[in-house]
């Protein structure tokens, strides 16, 4: 029979171990795009754009990083975290690749009280590491829609979609996949707008 001595040391080295179990640091990770895009001329360059919060139509926008191994079943990882809320990393991409595209005179933010001529809006279909048998993909699918500011009328409107290969399949894998999936987004998006 155990004693209540015996009892107490093994409760004590148990909490001892309990306590020296320690989860793996969490791993904060943010949007790079490379290079700047630059626009080879414009017809806009004496107007101001405000770029619009991204909505979202099935991914839920937030820090956490999203994958998924079918299509029903998705989940976050749980020691690894985007530097901000996705929409917000997402707006301040698109605001710096319009600024150092010059295709516009002003890049304004959805906060500014300024006025402005047209609205960037974008809305994300896709943002997340899928993993699917041996195949690891970043996916990003953005539509975006130019609108003209007095009218309200939509002058042009176009999703872009991406699936870039993972060179491996973790956190740092899918960042990295991510953010050349953005280069791509970037040099797209002032392509498709000074057209």
């Not at 179990?21 to 101001?48: F, Q």
């Given at each position: 029979m155990l004693s209540f001595k015996n009892i107490s040391w093994i409760t004590?080295?148990?909490?001892?171990?309990?306590?020296?179990?320690?989860?793996?640091?969490?791993?904060?990770?943010?949007?790079?795009?490379?290079?700047?895009?630059?626009?080879?001329?414009?017809?806009?360059?004496?107007?101001?754009?405000?770029?619009?919060?991204?909505?979202?139509?099935?991914?839920?926008?937030?820090?956490?990083?999203?994958f998924s191994y079918s299509d029903s079943e998705q989940g976050s990882y749980q020691n690894a975290r985007w530097s901000n809320n996705i929409g917000q990393l997402l707006q301040g991409t698109f605001i710096e690749t319009l600024q150092q595209s010059g295709l516009f005179g002003a890049v304004l933010s959805f906060a500014s009280t300024a006025k402005e001529d047209f609205r960037l809006e974008s809305t994300i279909f896709a943002f997340s590491h899928r993993v699917r048998d041996n195949v690891s993909e970043a996916v990003v699918s953005v539509h975006f829609s130019l609108v003209d500011a007095d009218s309200g009328k939509l002058v042009k409107s176009r999703r872009f979609s991406y699936a870039v290969p993972t060179v491996t399949t973790d956190a740092k894998g899918y960042t990295d996949a991510t953010n050349k999936a953005l280069h791509q987004l970037s040099t797209d998006l002032v392509s498709w707008l000074e057209r």
């Open positions: 004590i080295v148990l909490l001892f171990q309990g306590c020296s179990i320690k989860e793996p640091p969490l791993k904060i990770y943010t949007l790079s795009v490379d290079t700047p895009v630059k626009a080879h001329g414009s017809l806009r360059k004496e107007k101001t754009v405000k770029v619009i919060y991204p909505q979202s139509i099935k991914e839920k926008i937030g820090q956490e990083m999203n």
